[in-house]
C-alpha cells in the first residue's frame, strides 16, 4: 500500500517509501520543507514494511503533534493530522494533484521588456521578470509564481497554465542593446531546447 503526506495548508503532497525518511528545512533531507518553524532535522517519517507509520520528533525547536497532543514518537494511521513546527500533514493513501489556479490577466497590452531590454513581468510590467514558464513561455517576477516542495527540492511553476518554471538569467549593467541581443539568443536557445 502506498502512503502519501499531503499539506493541510500548503501546497505539499510527499510519497513515502518502505524505510525512514527525515523531514526538515534542510536541502538534503527526504522530505525538505521550506518553512522557518521547521528544523532543519525536524522529525523522521518510517514506513514499515506491514504498512505501519512511526513518526519521530528528532528534538526539533517547535514540536512535532499528532492533532493537538506534542509526541516524540507515535504510530500514526491514515486520516490523522500531524504538525511539525506550523506545518500541519495529513497522512493518506491517495496522491492529490496539486493545481494552480490561474491569475486574472487584465486585457491591456503589456510590454514584454524593460526599457533596460530586460524581460518584463507578464502580471507586473514594470518588474524585472526572473522566471520563465517552460510551458506557456511567459515571463514572470517572483509574485506571479507557486513553490512547492517535491522529492526534497523546492519546485517553481506557473500561476498562468502550471507549468514548471526556470531561472532568468538578467544582465545587469549592459547596454539595451546587448540586452536585447541577449534575449533574442535566449529566445533561439529555448526554441531549439524545446
Known amino acids: 500500500m ?13 510519497p513515502l517509501i518502505v524505510g525512514s525518511q527525515v523531514l526538515g528545512r534542510c536541502p538534503d533531507v527526504a522530505i525538505c520543507i521550506d518553512d522557518p518553524s521547521i528544523s532543519s532535522k525536524h522529525g523522521e517519517i518510517e514506513l514499515r514494511a506491514d ?13 512535532t503533534f499528532l492533532g493537538t497532543e506534542k509526541i516524540t514518537e507515535v504510530s500514526v494511521v491514515l486520516g490523522q493530522e500531524l504538525c511539525f513546527g506550523n506545518v500541519r500533514l495529513k497522512l493518506d493513501d491517495e496522491p492529490v494533484n496539486v493545481y494552480v489556479p490561474a491569475p486574472e490577466v487584465p486585457e491591456q497590452a503589456m510590454p514584454s521588456s524593460m526599457p ?24 514572470l517576477c517572483d509574485h506571479c509564481v507557486r513553490r512547492l516542495g517535491l522529492k526534497g527540492r523546492t519546485r517553481v ?37 524545446d
Open 2 to 14: 502506498k502512503y502519501y503526506l499531503h499539506g493541510i495548508d500548503q501546497t505539499i503532497c510527499h
Open 51 to 63: 504498512g505501519c507509520v512511526m513518526v519521530r520528533d528528532l528534538g526539533s525547536t517547535n514540536g
Open 116 to 139: 533596460d531590454g530586460e524581460p518584463a513581468c507578464l502580471l507586473h510590467p514594470g518588474v524585472n521578470a526572473v522566471h520563465r514558464c517552460k510551458k506557456c513561455g511567459h515571463a
Open 157 to 193: 511553476f506557473c500561476m498562468n497554465c502550471s507549468g514548471p518554471c526556470r531561472p532568468i538569467n538578467l544582465n545587469r549593467g549592459r547596454s539595451r542593446k546587448e540586452g536585447r541581443y541577449r534575449q533574442l539568443l535566449v529566445k533561439v536557445r529555448e526554441f531549439f531546447r
